[in-house]
């Protein structure tokens, strides 16, 4: 069965400064990936998707993320962090050979941005 | 992207009542789910709501406890039965596409549920 792993519950950056979310995936074929943002009493909004195309995926708002099928992972980035970043992050995996394309969440990573 | 409303936005509700949730698209879908978002916690897929057929539900939900319907291709309802505060929690459909060999989701906006 697959499953996604946020390694962080929370992380903390200061404004400027790089973003780095860890997810790591287990799934039994070729998975899609996804990161979704959710800001406090927002619905969820999809920040990037990988589906087996190019490894290195670029999303809104600045966020890239890179699949590394050797590593089993799906690290969301951002170059420089912005007060708006703050929010939760959830990192999801949909195996279409299995039940159906279900998405699995992670627990999620709270993002802080300081000034 | 579809435009997904729901309604209420949030209530607060006694224990024991029922409450209805309503899932509204700007246009059709095939896919339309319902998941569960307890405070502090992630999200949990309650069922996939079919249209003109029973849902199908996932391990932990029963259709007595949260019964669906799906009278037509954009829109949805789901209701929370007998609640008691271990219910209260947010309450978000989706509505799904088929991308080839995968399923894109877009979230609707929540509803955000109290139960004293």
């Known amino acids: 069965a697959q499953s996604v792993t946020q390694l962080d519950s929370h992380v903390s950056v200061s404004e400027g400064t790089p973003v780095l979310l860890r997810c790591n995936y287990s799934?039994?074929?070729?998975?899609?990936l996804f990161w979704y943002v959710q800001h406090p009493n927002k619905g969820l909004q999809l920040l990037l998707k990988y589906t087996s195309a190019a490894t290195l995926v670029k999303g809104i708002n600045g966020f890239e993320a890179e699949f590394k099928k050797s590593e089993t992972s799906f690290h969301l980035t951002k170059p420089s962090a912005h007060m708006s970043d703050a929010a939760e992050y959830f990192c999801?995996?949909?195996?279409?050979?299995?039940?159906?394309?279900?998405?699995?969440f992670g627990q999620g990573t709270e993002l802080s941005v300081k000034p | 992207s579809a435009v997904i409303s729901q309604k209420p936005s949030r209530d607060i509700c006694q224990r024991g009542t029922s409450l209805t949730i309503q899932c509204q698209v700007d246009?059709?879908?095939?896919?339309m789910f319902w998941y569960r978002q307890q405070p502090g916690q992630s999200l949990t897929l309650i069922a996939t709501?079919?249209?003109?057929?029973?849902?199908?539900?996932e391990s932990g939900f029963v259709i007595d406890k949260f019964p669906i319907s799906r009278p037509n291709l954009t829109f949805s309802t789901l209701t929370v039965s007998n609640m008691s505060p271990e219910d209260s929690s947010i309450y978000l459909c989706?509505?799904?596409?088929?991308?080839?060999?995968?399923?894109?989701?877009?979230f609707g906006p929540g509803t955000r549920l109290t139960v004293l």
């Open positions: 999801v995996v949909s195996d279409p050979y299995n039940q159906g394309g279900k998405l699995i």
């Open positions: 246009s059709q879908v095939t896919m």
């Open positions: 989706s509505v799904g596409r088929l991308l080839g060999t995968y399923n894109e989701q877009f």
């Open positions: 709501a079919n249209q003109g057929s029973e849902a199908t539900y």
């Open positions: 799934s039994s074929y070729s998975p899609s």
